[in-house]
């Protein structure tokens, strides 16, 4: 397996609005997250991801961006986005920015522009349909509508958006499009960024015809059609191969297979993917689903592409709360989930407030919901005559702003986040759960955090190593190996609310087994490891 700096690198989400906010203007900013850039560094993390700060009518929260070369006001201005670049290569991190760029806002020039007659010049940038028969012209969803197509009365036409209405999709077989975009990710990796997460990246080509479909529900038909490798080859010879970058594309409906023709290293096209595996088929944990996809996705890649790992971002509700246990073992969960995510194949990601264990909420009214996926959701679920409190409480769990609630620093008002009232709701538990309770417990969920990600700094095998399931079966223990020449390290993960005894066979008997590290304090280093016992969220590394 070749080496590379992204590939032994972990990173850090920032959801700026939510992370630091500097002017008490209750939104956080990108001068807050410079005052803050010592707090990650300490973590030890090699990358930052930034979500969009971009110009933007901020229906979607920054993924609706009406200029690509300014900075949305509530974020800060270019001055600050290259002080921040500078501050963050000062610590000798990087920082790589998301691109959007399957679609726009509707407040973009090129839309308005596109919009304005069926002869603009830019009329082709978009997605331009007749109806059919006075109606939609295919039976598509999108993410945040029953429909993809959106009438518009001044040239009597549809156009479409795989989002919401205020975000159209841009035009990719256009080449003046694709022109103007290569044009504008040059500009920001020339101010000095170091890579890019690209946002659905694999919705830029669009299914030929536009059928109508037999399954409107699954969006597949959204993603992976053909044409897409073209255009990030041609990226990727008139962009990315000129850099040295970490470039991470979004890449939903994939399996590995495709997910091969993304990131194989002889194709150049990306780094790495985010697939959606766990997080679409997986409402809550499923310990065998989810040996399955690791088991899948290694064996689809090894030794070809790599992988990222990550169980929530600003889309998916907190870690700990979905897929941990949030209340009696919040704290040996959260390091467990750490444990692994860190272990597995791939490049972890953290996402902020993750490494103090942050959960998810549940706000008792929708108008304190801020998401428009489920505003809109909410929307036309009750407009077919559903109980709305029902759907509130249907909808709670998967909420995205489960994970946009502000960072909690301390235990003063509004979480220290902000001097103002804050953008959305802090999580009331706050109180208990915050930055320097954390640092100040005895049991501190960063410093174990810190501990793993400097492991990583010193053990190839954590980045290199083989991977092999020791216990495909149980239910309740992960148990696997990581190997690189002759060094075994195996993870031990009792996913589980009980006590749960494991056996291993002889092999792993030897006297030299070192404990590399573990989340419970009073672990007898002296233990056999042919038959141990695990508590509760019990994580322990060894190398044997
Ligand atoms: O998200 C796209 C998106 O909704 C999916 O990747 C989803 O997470 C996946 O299919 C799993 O179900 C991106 C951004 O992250 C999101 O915040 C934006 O709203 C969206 O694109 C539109 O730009």
Redesign the pocket.
């Known amino acids: 397996m070749n080496k590379a700096w992204w590939k032994e690198a972990v990173v850090y989400q920032v959801y700026w609005r939510s992370f630091f906010d500097s002017n008490g203007d209750g939104v956080g900013d990108l001068d807050g997250l410079i005052m803050k850039l010592d707090y990650i560094k300490d973590l030890g993390v090699d990358v930052i991801w930034l979500n969009p700060m971009f110009q933007s009518p901020d229906k979607?929260?920054g993924?609706d961006i009406s200029d690509y070369y300014q900075v949305m006001e509530k974020a800060g201005d270019m001055k600050v986005v290259e002080r921040l670049i500078n501050e963050v290569h000062q610590r000798g991190m990087k920082l790589i920015m998301d691109l959007?760029v399957?679609?726009t806002s509707n407040q973009h020039p090129w839309f308005i522009e596109s919009k304005s007659s069926k002869d603009n010049p830019k009329r082709d940038w978009y997605i331009w349909k007749d109806g059919v028969d006075g109606k939609e012209p295919n039976n598509w969803r999108s993410?945040f509508h029953p429909t993809p197509w959106e009438y518009d009365q001044t040239t009597n036409q549809y156009y479409f958006h795989s989002?919401a209405v205020e975000?159209p999709d841009l035009n990719w077989k256009n080449p003046e499009v694709r022109h103007e975009i290569y044009q504008m990710m040059r500009f920001w990796l020339n101010k000095g960024i170091d890579g890019f997460r690209m946002?659905?990246i694999n919705l830029l080509a669009k299914l030929e015809g536009f059928p109508d479909t037999e399954t409107p529900y699954n969006l597949s038909y959204l993603g992976n059609n053909p044409g897409i490798h073209e255009y990030l080859q041609e990226m990727n010879r008139e962009v990315l191969s000129a850099y040295d970058i970490l470039t991470v594309g979004?890449i939903?409906?994939v399996t590995p297979e495709d997910g091969l023709l993304y990131v194989g290293e002889n194709r150049n096209e990306l780094n790495t993917l985010f697939h959606?595996e766990v997080?679409?088929d997986m409402k809550t944990w499923d310990m065998i689903t989810f040996k399955q996809i690791q088991k899948r996705w290694y064996e689809g890649l090894n030794g070809q592409g790599w992988n990222s790992q990550f169980l929530n971002?600003?889309?998916?509700t907190r870690q700990v709360t979905r897929y941990g246990n949030d209340h009696i073992y919040r704290v040996q969960s959260a390091k467990l989930l750490a444990t692994m995510i860190h272990t597995l194949p791939g490049t972890p990601y953290i996402y902020q407030g993750e490494e103090i264990g942050m959960t998810g909420v549940k706000f008792n009214h929708i108008e304190d919901y801020n998401d428009i996926?489920m505003k809109n959701k909410y929307l036309e679920e009750v407009a077919k005559g559903k109980d709305s409190t029902q759907v509130l409480k249907d909808l709670q769990l998967l909420s995205?702003d489960n994970s946009r609630t502000p960072m909690q620093w301390d235990n003063s008002e509004n979480a220290g986040f902000s001097v103002g009232k804050p953008w959305i709701k802090v999580n009331p538990n706050y109180v208990d759960i915050n930055v320097e309770a954390d640092l100040n417990s005895h049991d501190s969920i960063f410093k174990y955090y810190k501990k793993l990600i400097a492991l990583r700094k010193e053990h190839d095998v954590m980045v290199y190593g083989d991977y092999e399931d020791l216990l495909e079966h149980d239910d309740k223990l992960y148990v696997y190996s990581r190997t690189l020449n002759d060094i075994t390290w195996i993870i031990m993960l009792n996913h589980s609310d009980d006590e749960v005894e494991l056996r291993l066979n002889d092999m792993y008997a030897q006297k030299e087994n070192t404990l590399i590290i573990t989340n419970y304090a009073d672990v007898n280093e002296e233990e056999s490891l042919v038959q141990i016992r695990l508590r509760p969220h019990e994580a322990r590394i060894y190398q044997i």
């Open positions: 979607d929260n993924y959007v399957n679609h993410y989002f975000q946002d659905v979004e939903p409906f959606f997080a679409d971002n600003h889309d998916h996926a995205r």
